[in-house]
C-alpha cells in the first residue's frame, strides 16, 4: 500500500563497509515488519536484496536493492548499498533517493575504510546521518572502544539513542528511558546527552531548558528529526541482525523520529544543466506539479530497462504525461511499480517523496528530472569517483564488435563509475572501473545477462610526441612508373608550442612554388604523421609547421605526391627536432591507517612518485596526496590493497604531461619499433 502523503514516508539508505551485515540487517527489518515471512541469509543465497545469481555466489553485493514496508504507521523505502570499494558505483546511485544514512558498522572490526568513505558522502550531499553497531554478539567485540573511536573519527554529535543489555540480548532505549542498566555505560548519563543535543538545535527548547523547565518526551521526539537535520545528534544503534536484537527498536526509531522528505531540501533543481543556472523552486507537496528524478536504472535483456525514482514533487499515476529535461517530448509513467528485492507490485499512485520503479523506459538515464510544466528542469547530480582502473578488451567471437558497443552502454547506464571509451590514439575500446574486482564483476555481468565473452589485457599507456627545438625539413618525391608520374617536393620548418596548444599550419610559400590546389594535401600528409607518430607511435602535438618552398611539376605533380611529399618532410623536421616523448600524470589521493606510511610512501618514490602534501584525519588515517606517471601506478589498486591489507583506498585523476626520462623514453621507442617491425 503507497503512502498518502509525504509525512508517513521514511526513507532510507545503509551504508558501510562490507562485511558489516548491511543486507543480514536489511532482511532483519524486513521480517520483523512482517514483509517477509523467513529470515534468508547470505550463505545460502536467500535475502531478498542479493537476488542476483553473480551475488548469490560471491556472497556479497554488488549492485544496491530496494525494499519497501510498513512500521508503526509509516510507509518505509529501504535501500542496501554494496559496501565494498569497487562497487561504490551503487551506493552512489542509492543516495540519489535517499534522506538518511544509515552508517552500519561492524561491531567486531569497527570503522573500516569504506566506512569513512560512506560517511562523508553522506556528509557531502547534506544527508542527516545514523549510525548502526552490528553483530553485537560477535566473538572479539570492545563496544565501549569502538564508541570512543565513534566519537573521535565522526564527531561528538555522535550519541547512543540505546545500549545493549543483558549481556547483548536485548537493547535499552536511552531516549525515553531517564535510568536503567546496560553492558556499556549509565542509561541515565546516555539519556541526558542524547537529549541535550537534541536540545541544541532548538533556540526556544534550549533556553526553556536553561532556565530549567521540564522537557516533554512529546517535545523531544517532534524535535528529533531537527537535531538530525542540523547534524547536531547523529544517532546510534545497537544490533545483532542474526538474532534480530535492537532490529525494531531501530525501526521505531526510523518510524517515529527519523526525518520525512517534506523536512529535506535535498539537491537544487534548475532550470539549465550546470551548477550556476537558476533554480527552480519545487517542495514537497501532493497539491503541486509532479516532478521526480530518475537515480538508478537496471537493464536485464529479456524486461529491459527498470528506472528506480524518485518523486521530488506532486503525484504520479500511470496516465501522468512527463518531459525530460528541456524535451518538448512527453510520454505516460505507464506502470509504476514497488519493489521488494527482485518482486514487485503495481500502484495506481504514488505521492511527493516515495520511490516508484518505471518499468520500459529506455529514454530515461540516471540523473534525468520527470516533469509536466513547460520549464526546463535539471538536477544537480551526485559527484561520483573517476574511475581509473582500465582495461582493453576485445570479444572473443567475430561479429560481437557492435555487440561490445551496445553492452558496454546498458553497462554503464546503470554504474556511474563504469566508463567504455575507444582510445582513438591507441586504438582500443578501453573499460575503466574503480578496481579490478569492479571490472572482473562487469565482465561476468557480460557474459551470464548478454552472452557476451571478451578478453582482455593491459590499455596502451596513451604517450604523446613532441618536439623542444626548431629545425627544418625536405622530402622530394618523384615517381616514375611509364605512364604519368608522380613528383612533389615540400620544404618546412618547425617550431614548439605551449604544452596543451595543440598544433597549428602556416603557409609561407611565395611565388606559386607550390600552386594553392596542393597545399591542403600536404597538410594532409602532416596530419598523417600527428596522428600517427614520428619516433613511436604515439599522437603528435604542441607544434608549429611552417611549409615555405617546394617544386611541383605541370604533369606529374599530384595531391597523393604532395601529402606522400608533406608527411616525409615533416617526419625529417621532427626528428632534428630533438623530439621527446610525453606521459601522463595523475592526482592521486592515498587515505591509509597511519601505521603504512612508510610503506607507501617509499613504494610512491619507487614509481617516480611526488609527494605533494599529507594529512592526518581522526581515527589514526592519514591521507597522502602525490603525483605520478599514469604508466606506473595503472594497476595500483592490487599493489594498494597488498601493502595496506586491503585497508587502503585512493583516488585518481588526470592532471598533466610531462617529458618521459631519456632512459625510459629509449625503452618505450624500442619495443614500439619491434612491435613495428613484428606487424611488417
Not at 509 to 536: S, Y
Request: net charge negative; aromatic share 6%; glycine share 10%.
Amino acid at each position: 500500500m503507497a503512502a498518502q502523503k509525504p509525512q508517513d514516508i521514511r526513507n532510507i539508505i545503509l551504508l558501510g563497509h562490507g562485511g558489516a551485515g548491511k543486507t543480514t540487517l536489511a532482511e532483519a527489518m524486513l521480517h520483523s515488519a512482517g514483509a517477509i515471512n523467513r529470515l534468508g541469509s547470505i550463505e545460502d543465497g536467500s535475502t531478498t536484496m542479493d537476488y542476483d545469481a553473480l551475488e548469490k555466489q560471491r556472497r556479497h553485493s554488488i549492485d544496491p536493492g530496494l525494499a519497501h514496508f510498513s512500521h508503526a504507521g509509516k510507509e518505509i523505502n529501504l535501500i542496501d548499498a554494496p559496501g565494498y570499494p569497487d562497487f561504490i558505483g551503487g551506493a552512489i546511485s542509492g543516495v540519489g533517493g535517499a534522506d538518511v544514512a544509515i552508517i552500519v558498522i561492524n561491531a567486531a572490526t569497527g570503522i573500516e575504510v569504506n566506512t569513512r568513505r560512506m560517511f562523508r558522502l553522506a556528509k557531502d550531499l547534506g544527508l542527516p546521518k545514523a549510525i548502526v553497531i552490528n553483530k553485537t554478539q560477535a566473538e572479539n567485540v570492545h563496544l565501549a572502544d569502538l564508541l570512543a573511536a565513534i566519537s573521535e573519527t565522526f564527531g561528538l554529535a555522535c550519541k547512543p539513542m540505546n545500549l545493549p543489555a543483558d549481556g547483548g540480548k536485548k537493547v535499552v532505549d536511552c531516549f525515553i528511558n531517564a535510568q536503567g542498566d546496560s553492558n556499556l555505560k549509565s542509561v541515565a548519563d546516555a539519556h541526558t546527552e542524547l537529549m541535550e543535543s537534541v536540545i541544541e538545535a532548538d533556540d526556544a527548547m534550549m533556553e526553556a531548558y536553561l532556565g530549567g523547565e521540564a522537557i516533554s518526551s512529546e517535545s523531544l521526539g517532534n524535535a528529533f528529526g531537527k537535531a538530525m537535520l542540523e547534524g547536531t545528534v547523529i544517532p546510534v544503534l545497537f544490533t545483532d541482525a542474526r538474532t534480530e536484537v535492537g532490529v525494531k527498536e531501530l525501526l521505531d526509531a526510523v518510524a517515529n523520529y527519523f526525518p520525512s522528505p517534506d523536512r529535506l531540501s535535498g539537491m537544487p533543481v534548475r532550470a539549465a544543466e550546470g551548477g550556476q543556472a537558476e533554480q527552480v523552486p519545487i517542495a514537497c507537496d501532493v497539491d503541486k506539479p509532479f516532478v521526480a528524478q530518475a537515480f538508478k536504472v537496471t537493464s536485464d535483456p529479456f524486461v529491459g530497462k527498470l528506472c528506480w525514482v524518485r518523486i521530488l514533487q506532486g503525484v504520479s499515476t500511470p496516465e501522468t504525461a512527463y518531459s525530460l529535461g528541456d524535451a518538448r517530448k512527453t510520454a505516460k509513467i505507464g506502470h509504476m511499480f514497488k519493489l521488494l528485492g527482485k518482486e514487485s507490485t503495481e500502484v495506481k499512485q504514488a505521492v511527493a517523496g516515495d520511490i516508484i520503479a518505471l518499468a520500459k523506459v529506455e529514454e530515461i538515464n540516471i540523473g534525468n528530472v520527470l516533469h509536466t510544466e513547460n520549464t526546463p528542469m535539471f538536477r544537480d547530480k551526485v559527484p561520483t569517483t573517476v574511475p581509473m582502473y582500465s582495461l582493453a578488451i576485445q570479444p572473443k567471437s567475430r561479429g560481437d564488435e557492435q555487440k561490445v558497443s551496445e553492452v558496454m552502454s546498458r553497462l554503464a547506464e546503470e554504474d556511474p563509475t563504469f566508463v567504455s571509451t575507444r582510445d582513438v590514439q591507441t586504438n582500443e575500446t578501453v573499460i575503466s572501473g574503480i578496481g579490478d574486482l569492479h571490472l572482473r564483476m562487469m565482465l561476468e555481468k557480460m557474459k551470464a545477462r548478454f552472452n557476451l565473452e571478451v578478453t582482455t589485457k593491459q590499455p596502451k599507456i596513451p604517450y604523446r610526441e613532441t618536439i623542444t627545438a626548431k629545425a627544418e625539413g625536405h622530402y622530394r618525391h618523384k615517381k616514375q612508373t611509364g605512364g604519368a608520374g608522380q613528383f612533389g617536393e615540400v620544404y618546412l620548418r618547425v617550431e614548439p608550442l605551449e604544452r596543451g596548444q595543440g598544433y597549428e599550419f602556416v603557409n609561407d610559400i611565395f611565388g606559386g612554388a607550390i600552386p594553392g590546389q596542393f597545399v591542403p594535401a600536404i597538410e594532409k600528409g602532416i596530419r598523417d604523421v600527428l596522428n600517427l607518430g614520428a619516433i613511436a607511435g604515439y599522437q603528435l602535438s604542441d607544434v608549429r609547421v611552417s611549409v615555405y618552398d617546394g617544386k611541383h611539376h605541370p604533369v606529374d605533380s599530384k595531391e597523393v605526391a604532395f601529402r606522400t611529399a608533406g608527411k616525409h618532410a615533416f617526419i625529417d623536421a621532427v626528428q632534428k627536432a630533438k623530439p621527446v616523448l610525453l606521459e601522463p600524470l595523475v592526482n592521486m589521493e592515498i587515505a591509509i591507517p597511519a601505521q603504512y606510511m612508510g610503506d607507501i610512501t617509499g613504494d610512491l618514490n619507487g614509481r617516480r612518485g611526488r609527494i605533494l602534501g599529507m594529512e592526518t584525519l581522526p581515527g589514526g588515517m592519514q591521507v597522502i596526496r602525490a603525483q605520478a606517471p599514469l604508466a606506473e601506478v595503472a594497476t595500483y589498486d592490487s599493489q594498494l590493497r597488498s601493502i595496506t591489507g586491503g585497508q587502503g583506498s585512493y583516488t585518481m585523476e588526470m592532471s598533466h604531461y610531462e617529458p618521459v626520462p631519456a632512459n625510459v623514453q629509449q625503452q618505450i621507442i624500442a619495443a614500439a619499433t619491434k612491435q613495428k617491425e613484428q606487424a611488417e
